[in-house]
């Protein structure tokens, strides 16, 4: 392959997949191999033609002694060469738990920090056609579904790969004709990593019992397996729409009977984008979590389901919520006493406030994480309390006659069981006045012999935690990094 040629396959490489555009500031990991110093030749060429910004980050994970500052001086020296500025950064990587894991999450953490700080559009890694079939080849092994098998994506979020339309061996070409050399990392012929074990010795013995071509076969796989995901995650936008009841900061909630009505992969891909929804990424949504979200769908009652990034899943009743949990409020175990004084009150997740009336208020629109009462205050025992349901409980629904169990009244209601013991109540010593959210006792409402009124707002605290959790800025969503 001529540099010409190179440079034309990637120049439509870049345009048809959208993975670039004119006018971006580009931020380019290079390791000194030949994968990344072509990739540095490549667009150091096109750098003018497109407009772009370039800079180079190299990072030195210090493992390899006087080998990584040697490919340091190196990365330094055909920076130079290329002028293309370049940053260096060294990091520690743990001796304990997964080595390659650990160097990849450092260095995803460099190149974020560096991307903000610079104020660049992308991050550009040089992987190629053989990582991507051998990435494939990891991900079936591991049992990974379709987005796995569709193995590294071209363009995630600000990470992009944009020499997956070359083989090394073409690489190699180009920088052969640009008199460029490369570095080679000894660390690539330690089979204790698993990638290095499929590509020396699993990955030729297949070669040569099975298929010759295996590596072409996996790459034709992942663009199949690409398409697929594409086609999938299009129709599930579709669905979600039909089947989507309520949408909120941090919160999705599906109506279960056209829920169960899809096939599991559908539900799969329509889960993972509500996955995505409220925490900001689909990464760690794997197969396994479907499964138990499966297994709550076909199970009988209400569940409750935890996944990664505080993620809960709820079915209850006629309903499958995805949300995001708050961090654990503490629950109160004493009641609190509100005496006439009291205009403001904290208890569980809410906050009340109390404001007593001579006149009936006009009407009032009140913020969506409200609930307002309005009460005869001559007909409560003041001081009372509030605290949270206990055994026993009942009172007289608001336009009803007769007593009623607290605990049928929530199941009547469709009150999840896990919600239950959150709800707050109002009892002054002689009945339960206030089920707060859902009902006034009978016995406390106004009528035309009422001369004092008392209004009582409960506003939800953590929806609103909840939403301010919302605002952060949202993490890097790479996942085929090697």
């Known amino acids: 392959m001529t540099i010409a040629e190179a440079l034309k396959r990637l120049e439509k490489n870049i345009k048809e997949n959208e993975l670039i555009h004119n006018g971006d500031k580009l931020l380019l990991g290079c390791s000194g191999g030949a994968d990344s110093n072509a990739m540095l030749y490549l667009f150091s060429r096109l750098r003018v033609p497109l407009n772009l910004t370039l800079l180079v980050i190299h990072i030195n994970h210090q493992i390899r002694g006087a080998e990584s500052d040697a490919d340091e001086d190196f990365v330094k020296q055909l920076c130079q060469d ?28 460099v190149f974020n920090k560096i991307l903000e700080s610079y104020n660049f559009d992308k991050i550009l890694l040089a992987h190629q056609k053989e990582d991507q079939a051998e990435t494939v080849m990891l991900n079936f092994l591991r049992g990974a579904g379709i987005s796995g098998m569709a193995g590294i994506k071209g363009i995630t979020g600000k990470v992009v790969h944009p020499l997956l339309c070359f083989s090394r061996k073409e690489l190699e070409e ?11 990392d000894s660390s690539n012929l330690e089979t204790k990593f698993r990638r290095n074990l499929l590509r020396n010795e699993i990955m030729p013995q297949l070669e040569k019992e099975f298929n010759p071509a295996l590596k072409s076969h996996l790459f034709f796989l992942a663009e199949l397996f690409s398409q697929a995901e594409t086609i999938f995650k299009q129709r599930s936008k579709t669905q979600f729409r039909h ?11 599906f109506e279960l009977t056209p829920l169960l009505k899809l096939s599991p992969i559908e539900r799969y891909y329509l889960f993972r984008s509500a996955f995505q929804y409220v925490c900001g990424s689909e990464n760690d949504f794997f197969a396994v979590h479907f499964q138990a979200i499966e297994n709550i769908l076909n199970g009988k009652g209400s569940k409750c389901l935890n996944l990664p990034h505080k993620i809960t899943v709820i079915k209850q009743y006629d309903e499958v919520i995805v949300q995001i949990e708050t961090e654990k409020e503490v629950k109160e175990t004493e009641p609190l006493v509100i005496d006439a004084d009291r205009t403001m009150a904290v208890y569980g997740n809410y906050r009340f406030n109390f404001k007593y009336l001579r006149v009936l208020p006009k009407e009032q629109t009140g913020d969506e994480l409200e609930s307002r009462v ?75 012999s009422t001369t004092r009124y008392l209004q009582i707002t409960a506003t939800n605290i953590s ?11 949202r993490g890097n969503n790479e996942s085929d990094e090697l």
Do not use: H
Not at 175 to 184: F, M
Not at 243 to 253: A, E, L, R, S, Y
């Open 82 to 109: 290329l002028n293309i500025p370049v940053i260096i950064r060294k990091i520690v990587v743990p001796e304990t738990g997964n080595l390659e894991n650990q160097a990849r999450k450092l260095r995803f953490e």
């Open 174 to 184: 180009v920088l052969k004709q640009a008199g460029i050399s490369w570095r080679t």
């Open 243 to 253: 089947i989507c009841i309520d949408i909120q900061p941090g919160k999705v909630v």
């Open 374 to 448: 309005i009460l005869d205050a001559d007909k409560i025992n003041i001081p009372f309390i509030i605290r949270f349901r206990q055994p026993g409980d009942q009172f007289v629904p608001f336009g009803m006659t007769q007593l009623k169990r607290l605990k049928e009244f929530f199941i009547d209601e469709k009150v999840p069981k896990y919600e239950r013991d959150l709800i707050p109540v109002f009892d002054d010593g002689e009945k339960l006045f206030w089920i707060v959210g859902y009902r006034l006792d009978n016995r406390v409402r106004y009528d035309e």
């Open 463 to 473: 929806v609103k935690s909840r939403k301010a959790i919302l605002k952060k800025k």
